[in-house]
């Protein structure tokens, strides 16, 4: 017989991150636990509030399977004497697993012969065994940090008010930090605050609901966003999106309520984003746009735990809201007061690191490094505004608004339009799923600044470890290699990697030699452009490998090309015995004396011929590859090449006694794998 199994533990209130956490870890927790004491079971999912853990387990088992296991003990020689009477090593192992001395066997093991028993253990009911596993469960959920309370010992999140346990509808008797486990939940503490009796574990989401209290989070998200959507349409205007503010507040009720409240419209004279991040921020509260249009209204949007008395507290949410807005005002029209440009020298003032310098000396790196990227001087004033607003009153008490701000100031003061974008877009991509740099200028500053801090972190040593990474290195890498793909240009990664060695150097900065340097951190792109490849654009490791391979860790378009090429190629009929040959090329006539063959040694009709194709083909399968024209060069070698390399392989034999001859197919095998090895490590590929 199964049943579900529950475990409730009702707390006081947990934060959003305690929660999240415990919510992940819970079900492995039981579930591991219930497959070490042999109770079979199903699924298991979590549930909770800041209120309340859950874990529900489908199809629980009423008792341990039986258990029937072959123990080894010490070996023969160290438990028996020669005449086979028992030594203390062998009592000992008898006593230990509670049987005679006679009931030993003795077993041949690939070590030697050992001393052995069958031990048996009748399942006990789970009702007997679940206790314990519960308790030990609960002491196991892992918090950020945990608290002790009153006189006892026990850690954990918050101090644990109630617990539930059942399984089916029979309560499970266990406890924790001295509260006793029952079968009674609590409801929403305002709307249903009072003890509910659950009857059965099936029915504990059920009740729960009825009870105010949404206890699965993807339910709450669910009801939390139409309801939020449903007040904006109520007053006119559409809900601005926003996923943090969705997870922070589905971690704050237990049951999602919204209420509209508003604000001066005189605020709207600001900049939307900092409307947003004064309500973002501060109050949890969410943006609303006018129905249509691109333009916040003075509205907004609030989660709150409870739907008694709603004006009350949309009153003091507007009260709350009031001195936050009106110091974001006076911070942006103090900023104001100073240009952008005459902010720049106080940058010589912010640390970017200790051993690099200032925020000033790494805009001047960037600022010539982005004018040699996009070819454009307007990067050397670029570079220093687009930093600029680190200095600003607003960014200060919103680093979120690092670039948005300082575009705003920018074209508040008539700076260009190109440079104004700049400010902001060279900050992109913040994310994997963010756009990257539209224009090239702001492409180049994006480019220059995270190639910037890459050597100079790796030339000083700091270089990311396991999940240590505090300069986002790893992030500043894909970005680079995402902005060339798909942005407006390419990357010369070794040429731009060592111009900002050299820019380090020119201002007297100490970092590692360059050359040491520029392979470490090719390694590092090495390594984020295969999975960048691979893993998010979805190619197969082997073929990326194949084409790092032959890639000079230059033009990251151009390994992009040839990735492309390679996939194309492994679509074609030839693919198969193309990639069999190119290989065996490789491994046979990596050795290969050098030069070309000599055409009057060939003894064999195949070689000949094969000869006499390559050479056909060679300039233009060369001319092609140097163009970086890598499907025009596979294409040719998959139309031309298969028939004459296949026939070579299946009647010429390379590895004959006549040293002249070998070395001479040696030759011709030599040529064309260097020439297909410019394009691709074919050797490095898999399955063919």
Known sequence: MTAHLLLEIGTEELPASFVAKALKELPGILTQLLDHARIGHGSASSYGTPRRLAVLVNDVADR???LEEEVLGPPKAAAFEADGRPKKAAEGFAKKNGIAVDQIRVVTTDKGEYAAVTRRETGRAASEVLPAILADAIAK????????????????????????????????????????SGTRTRGHRFLAAREIEIPEAGAYLAILRDAHVLADERERRRVMIERLEAKAREIGGD???????????????????????????????????????????HQRYFAVKAKGADRLMPRYLAVVNTALDPATVTNGNDRALRPRLADARFFVETDRQTPLAARVPKLDGIVFQAKLGSVGEKTVRVGELAARLSNDGRAVKAAPLAK??????????????????????????????????????????????????????????????????LVG???????????????????????????ALEGPIDVDLRDVLAAAWRAYDAQGKKLSAKDEVLAKLDEFFRTRLRGLLSEQQGHPVDLVDACLGAWEGRSIRDLAARVRALAELRKMPAYESLAVAFKRAYNIAKDAPSGDPDPALFDHEAERALAARFSEIRSRVESATQSGDYVAALTLVAKELREPIDRFFDQVFVMVDDTKVRDNRLRLLGAIARTMTRIAHFHLLGGA
């Not at 705003?408 to 994310?431: F, N, T």
Request: aromatic letters at 8%.
């Open 457 to 483: 972190c790796f030339g000083i040593g700091i270089v990311p470890t396991g999940g240590a990474d505090p300069f986002a290195l790893r992030r500043a890498a894909l970005a680079i290699a995402r902005t």
């Open 64 to 66: 341990q399977t039986d």
């Open 141 to 180: 959920i892992p918090f950020p940090k945990s608290m002790r309370w009153g006189q006892g010992d026990v850690a954990f999140g918050r101090p644990v008010h109630w617990l539930v346990a059942l399984h089916g509808k029979h309560a499970i008797a266990t406890q924790f930090a001295g509260i006793a």
């Open 388 to 453: 600029a607003d680190l200095v600003t009153l607003i960014v200060g008490e919103f680093p979120e608004l690092q670039g948005l701000m300082g575009r705003w100031y920018a074209q508040q003061q008539g700076v260009e339009p190109d440079v104004a974008d700049a400010i902001r877009d060279h900050y992109l991509p913040k994310s994997a799923s963010d756009a990257v740099p539209s224009a090239p200028l702001s492409a180049a500053l994006s480019i220059a600044d995270r190639a910037d801090t």
């Open 239 to 281: 809900l601005v999106p926003d996923e943090f503010l969705v997870e922070e507040n589905a971690s704050l009720v237990e049951e999602p309520h919204v209420i509209a409240g508003s604000f001066e419209e005189a605020y709207l004279s600001l900049p939307d984003e900092v409307i947003v991040a004064v309500m973002r921020g």
